[in-house]
């Protein structure tokens, strides 16, 4: 789940190669690649001839790397401003939903109380509609599309960095809340389940939406929130005794790193534990790992625990 990623910035900050780096998930031989092939970016140089990037230019990398993740080429979009890698983002996101349910209703009603910045009442409308669809369609079909419409209204300029913030910050809380009252109300049963995310994913609103719908079907789950060293996992997965790992990919990560990091970590766990990597990066789709089965949609996780358990009965 991908849509809280970029960050604003003034227009007097300049930041290192190694913070953009980060703040884009592009390495630093590609931004000196792309700096040669495509003359983007254009960093400046300080007194010592180091590399200082102004705020524009980190955020068209930042909607760059978005739109590498939906299939863009770089050459395609290196030269392109940054309300036209707006714009192509919006359009890119905007083909991979689904088309319009009813429930638009209470998606604007939604937006309209995170405009207003009434948390209390942004809150209200979700547990609402919890109570009034149950949680797995809550999950399933209202948060991912409402989600996504937060990221497209950033994109617009519609609301800004801190109001996304907010809204990430209310619906967890209203997952934790869920996830709270289905450990305590349902007996737990196989199979065990480690959440996690791996060290380059900061992203934890999917993990929690996944760590719900687990809970839902009575899973032993066990969380270790975000950015888990491969090294810790397997030790946790050992120690826990779990029979699967569940991994959240978004899309502000590089492809190769999901690749590497989902060869790592199969082969240092043992073979009975199964992978479940769920998310909608592109990189999923074209996976190919035994013992590692991609999760592309929230709504794959119930018959994923119910094919693990008929597994077990033979």
């Not at 001839?49 to 290196?78: F, K």
């Not at 209200?124 to 009034?132: F, G, I, M, T, V």
């Not at 030790?235 to 899309?251: C, E, G, I, K, Y």
């Not at 990066?281 to 013992?291: D, E, F, Q, S, Y």
Request: hydrophobic share 45%; with cysteine.
């Amino acid at each position: 789940m991908t849509l809280f990623s970029i960050r604003r910035m003034t227009d007097q900050d300049l930041l290192p190669i190694a913070a953009v780096e980060r703040a884009t998930t592009l390495s630093k031989d590609t931004l000196r690649i792309w700096e040669r092939r495509y003359g983007f970016p254009q960093p400046l140089r300080n007194a010592q001839g180091e590399r200082l990037y102004p705020a524009d230019q980190v955020q068209r990398l930042q909607l760059m790397q978005l739109l590498l993740s939906n299939g863009l080429r770089p050459a395609a979009i290196a030269s392109l401003p940054l309300e036209a890698l707006k714009t192509l983002l919006d359009e890119c996101q905007a083909r991979a939903l689904p088309p319009a349910t009813p429930e638009l209703p209470l998606q604007n009603e939604c937006l309209r109380e995170l405009a207003q910045h009434n948390m209390p009442g942004l809150l209200q409308l979700l547990n609402q509609s919890a109570k009034r669809l149950g949680i797995a369609r809550l999950v399933c079909d209202v948060l991912p599309d409402l989600t996504a419409e937060v990221g497209r209204a950033w994109a617009r300029g519609a609301i800004a960095v801190f109001e996304e913030h907010l809204y990430t910050e209310c619906v967890s809380t209203l997952l934790r809340q869920m996830l709270a009252e289905l450990t305590l109300q349902t007996d737990r049963r196989p199979p065990r389940i480690l959440l996690t995310t791996v060290p380059q994913e900061s992203h934890g609103l999917g993990l929690l939406m996944a760590h719900t719908l687990m809970a839902l079907e009575g899973c032993d789950c066990r969380s270790l929130g975000l950015q888990t060293p491969i090294a810790d996992m397997v030790q946790a997965a050992a120690a826990q005794a779990v029979d699967v790992l569940a991994l959240s990919f978004s899309q502000t990560m590089r492809g190769a790193d999901v690749q590497r990091s989902l060869r790592a970590v199969r082969q240092a766990l043992p073979e009975h534990v199964q992978i479940w990597a769920g998310g909608s990066h592109p990189a999923l789709l074209k996976l190919a790992l035994p013992g590692v089965a991609p999760l592309i949609q929230l709504g794959q996780i119930g018959p994923a625990v119910a094919a693990w358990r008929a597994a077990q009965q033979h």
